[in-house]
C-alpha cells in the first residue's frame, strides 16, 4: 500500500529522516508486476472496460477529492458526501486523504524550491515522477493532520486505515471478473491513475506553457490535463490554488470541473470556488522570502 500509517508525529519524525523506503519499493514493484498476471490467465473484456471506467472514476477523485476538497477547500458539501469523496479518493491508494493534503499542502508552500519534495528543477524528472516516494523524507512532510478535517473521526479512521478501500476494490473486482479483474480492473488501471497523477509533479512542472509568472516552475501542459480531466492545467492551479476550475479558458478542458458543476445541480456540492473574471488577466504574483526561488 502506497503511503504511510497514521503514527504520532514526534515518532514519525525522529524515526523517518531520508533513506530508502523499502515498503513502497516493494509496493510499487510488486503493483507494476501485478498486470502481467494476465499473460497467465488471460483477459477479458469485462476486465479491460471495469480498467477503463475505473481510471476515469478515480482520476475524478484525486483531482477533486484528494486536490481540490481535501488539499484546497475548494467547494463543500456534506459530511456524508465528504465520506464518499474521501473513499473514492482512497481506492487509488494514495493513502489517507488527511496524508495526502498535508504533503500537497507542503509542496504549494515550497512549490520547485529546494525543499519541494518532488521538483524536477532540483532532482530531476524521474525523482519527482515517482522517486521521492521511495525515499522516507516525504513520510516527515506529511505529517501532522492538522486542519479541520482532522476533526472528522470517520476520516481519522480512514487515516489509520488507508488500505480498507483499496483493498474491498481488488477484492470486489476479483470476485466479480475473476483473476482478470484483479490483474487488469485493478492492478493495471491503478497503475494508470498512479502516473497520471504523478506526471503532475513531474512533467507539469516541467513541460507546458506558463500565462502566469507564478513563483514556481508550474506549467499548464495539455497533455496531462487531459489524462488528468483538467488536472494539468498546473500554472492556472498554483495562481489561483483554492480554485476548484483549473481550466481557465475556453480551450482548456477541464472534465472534473464540469462534472462539480453537475454535481453543484444536484445540490451534493455547494459554493464552488472559481477565480474572479477580473483577476484572470493579473499574471503578476507577490513573492514572498520563501517562495522566491523561480527555476524556470
Ligand atoms: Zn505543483
Ligand atoms: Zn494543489
Redesign the pocket.
Known amino acids: 500500500m502506497l503511503g504511510e500509517e497514521a503514527m504520532p508525529a514526534g515518532e514519525r519524525s525522529s524515526a523517518t529522516g531520508d533513506r530508502l523506503y523499502l515498503r513502497n519499493v516493494i509496493y510499487f514493484g510488486a503493483l507494476h508486476a501485478l498486470p502481467l498476471g494476465a499473460l497467465i490467465t488471460g483477459a477479458s473484456r469485462g476486465a479491460f472496460v471495469a480498467a477503463a471506467v475505473l481510471y476515469v472514476v478515480r482520476i475524478w477523485f484525486v483531482t477533486c477529492g484528494y486536490?481540490s476538497y481535501f488539499?484546497?477547500r475548494a467547494f463543500k458539501t456534506s459530511r456524508w458526501f465528504q465520506l464518499v469523496l474521501a473513499i473514492g479518493a482512497q481506492t487509488s491508494s494514495q493513502g489517507s486523504v488527511l496524508g495526502w493534503a498535508a504533503t500537497?499542502r507542503y509542496h504549494?508552500v515550497h512549490a520547485d524550491a529546494p525543499s519541494d519534495l518532488h521538483s524536477p528543477h532540483h532532482r530531476g524528472l524521474w525523482y519527482a515522477h515517482i522517486g521521492w516516494l521511495l525515499r522516507t523524507e516525504y513520510l516527515a512532510r506529511s505529517q501532522p493532520r492538522t486542519g479541520p478535517f482532522a476533526a472528522f473521526p470517520e476520516l481519522v479512521w480512514l487515516d489509520r486505515h488507508p488500505y480498507v478501500p483499496p483493498v474491498c476494490l481488488a477484492t470486489a473486482l476479483a470476485l466479480g471478473l475473476g483473476w482478470p479483474g484483479l490483474f487488469i480492473g485493478y492492478g493495471l488501471s491503478t497503475l494508470a491513475v498512479y502516473h497520471a497523477t504523478f506526471a503532475v509533479n513531474s512533467l507539469a512542472h516541467r513541460f507546458g506553457a506558463r500565462p502566469y509568472a507564478t513563483p514556481d516552475g508550474s506549467r499548464n501542459n495539455w497533455l496531462v490535463a487531459l489524462i488528468m480531466l483538467g488536472g494539468g492545467w498546473h500554472n492556472n492551479?498554483h495562481r489561483f490554488?483554492r480554485s476548484a476550475r483549473h481550466g481557465l479558458r475556453w480551450w482548456e478542458l477541464d472534465v472534473s470541473y464540469g462534472v462539480l458543476v453537475v454535481l453543484g445541480w444536484l445540490a451534493l456540492v455547494s459554493e464552488i470556488r472559481v477565480p474572479r473574471p477580473e483577476s484572470l488577466s493579473e499574471h503578476a504574483v507577490r513573492r514572498t522570502p520563501e517562495r522566491s526561488h523561480r527555476p524556470c
Do not use: D, G, K
Open positions: 486536490h488539499s484546497h500537497h504549494h492551479h490554488p
